[in-house]
């Protein structure tokens, strides 16, 4: 029991770090993911193939790849990082394409006679993209949103491989010294459990927050 | 009392592809006048009415609203360029839509979807909005749902929101797309009499629909299309009474048995028959093709 309880410090250190970098990453991530969707609607000819290539290949290769690209590539380049700071910058691209496709659905959702409907009343593009479509998008995305930062949470963890001090490489440092594995394994899934449960507890709260989703007025 | 047309659509013709859905369409819609479209599925009455707006861009002819040209200018050689936005908005700003799905925006209550054209598109003040916005609802029965959210309330309600929002705006013309194909038929009636005391307004208004009976008892003028063109365009009394057009015969055939059969008793006399020239069942319809607002 004490040997538990004296691991309680280092695990809740280790836990602002995946907070920190995980919650900045999916910070940026939706930002860049928004943003990449409201380009690629805005100048869909110009834009649809760039789009395309980077959810393309972004999906399609697995997240420790783009991290060690980020962390040992760029170095090559003359642009080093600390290991957070690169954990972050790749966590974000790599969210940033799941962010987008988000969106997009959010957008995809909103049926056309409500944009026709728009334009027949001689509302503008912006009034429409602000006022019409862009609360319902959002509404229609939280669920998925919350989702995905719960994800890029977990994804976190790959970080501990270049010995950013989270909560995985902290488990893995107690087991490596102690030979235990019951007690750090479970304080590392109880830790997940923990901000993964409050991301979901915050979006179903944002969700009975929005009048129009409620099925009793 | 100017002669010209609010609304005019002279050979106006409209392709997807290689399919020509619009095959010249000529209409005069004048003040005051109510027009309904009548026509098979796939006639592309729909689509004339989005012409109307330009909700859908015509390729061939010219839709005029209040002698402007909507939807092209013409550059110094005479040829046609697509308007922007901007100008097409400002060239049908008299004309406003009631859709067959109602296309209420459903994260809006009641008085922010009337409010909504006012305060997005005319830059009218918040409260001037929503008095304008309350006067509409209360013109349709609903000023009481006013902060009720759409998906509260039944479709024929949805439809007069629907026909609100269109009113609020203070249109000139009133385009109709089968506003009341998408309701349960005993819902049909509250919208229909809100169209009709539009009618006795003078609200001009063009319409597509399947209510035959109501096409005949309200327009001014039918007009039946077939196949992207205008097959037979008049009063509803030549239309649904002595159409001598084989197709539109066939059209009607259905609407008129179920007219007669519930009620075979009043099947008109021979004598009656032999006075009109018609056929007893014309005959007996054009009994009920009478001015508007009977």
Redo the contacts between chains.
């Keep these: 029991m004490n040997a538990f309880l004296s691991m309680v410090p280092r695990f809740a250190d280790a836990m602002l770090v995946t907070l920190e970098v995980s919650l900045l990453a999916a910070f940026l991530g939706m930002i860049g993911g928004f943003a990449l969707n409201a380009l690629r609607m805005r100048f869909s000819k110009a834009l649809a193939i760039p789009y395309r290539t980077y959810v393309w290949l972004v999906r399609g290769m697995p997240y420790l790849s783009q991290l060690v690209i980020v962390y040992f590539g760029l170095p090559v380049l003359g642009l080093t990082m600390t290991a957070a700071q690169a954990t972050i910058v790749s966590l974000s691209i790599y969210a940033a394409a799941y962010f987008a496709e988000i969106f997009r659905a959010g957008w995809a959702s909103i049926p056309h006679g409500q944009i026709e409907a728009a334009r027949a009343f001689g509302i503008g593009r912006r009034a429409a993209f602000r006022a019409i479509e862009l609360p319902q998008a959002l509404a229609f995305a939280v669920p998925l949103l919350a989702n995905q930062v719960i994800l890029v949470i977990k994804e976190s963890a790959v970080a501990s491989i270049i010995t950013v001090p989270e909560l995985t490489m902290t488990a893995s440092d107690i087991v490596a010294s102690t030979y235990t594995y019951i007690g750090p394994y479970a304080m590392l899934i109880v830790c997940y459990w923990l901000l993964t449960q409050a991301v979901a507890l915050i979006a179903a709260r944002a969700s009975a927050l929005i009048p129009f989703l409620q099925k009793t007025s | 009392m100017s002669a010209l047309p609010i609304l005019q659509l002279k050979a106006v013709g409209k392709s997807y592809g290689a399919t020509r859905v619009l095959k010249g369409i000529d209409l005069d819609v004048m003040r005051g006048e109510i027009v309904t479209l009548i026509g098979p599925s796939g006639s592309g009455k729909t689509t004339a009415l989005r012409c109307m707006?330009f909700?859908e861009a015509y390729d061939e002819g010219e839709v005029w609203i209040k002698g402007q040209l909507l939807g092209y200018r013409l550059n110094g050689r005479a040829e046609r360029i697509r308007d922007s936005?901007?100008s097409i908005?400002e060239v049908?700003?008299p004309v406003?839509?009631v859709?067959q799905?109602f296309?209420?925006?459903?994260?809006?209550t009641v008085l922010a979807n009337v409010a909504?054209?006012l305060v997005?598109?005319?830059k009218i003040g918040k409260g001037e909005a929503r008095r304008k916005a309350l006067a509409a609802l209360q013109r349709v029965g609903l000023e009481h749902k006013a902060d009720?959210?759409p998906?509260?309330l039944s479709g024929g309600q949805q439809q007069r929101v629907g026909i609100a929002?269109a009113l609020a705006?203070e249109p000139e013309v009133m385009l109709l797309d089968e506003p009341t194909s998408a309701l349960d038929p005993e819902l049909v009636e509250e919208v229909l009499s809100v169209i009709r005391s539009l009618a006795q307004d003078g609200m001009t208004m063009v319409m597509v629909t399947h209510e035959m009976s109501f096409a005949a008892k309200i327009s001014d003028k039918v007009v039946f299309m077939e196949a992207g063109k205008i097959v037979e365009a008049g009063p509803p009394a030549q239309l649904f009474g002595n159409t001598r057009t084989p197709r539109l015969q066939q059209f009607l055939k259905p609407w008129f048995d179920r007219s007669l059969s519930p009620t075979p008793t009043s099947t008109p006399n021979a004598d009656n028959a032999a006075t009109t020239g018609l056929n007893p069942p014309e005959a007996a319809l054009i009994v009920t093709v009478t001015g508007r607002g009977a």
Aim: cysteine-free; aromatic content about 10%.
């Design positions: 707006n909700l936005d901007e908005a049908r700003r406003a839509m859709f799905q296309n209420l925006w459903p994260h809006m909504a054209p997005l598109s005319k009720a959210y998906a509260r929002r705006i």
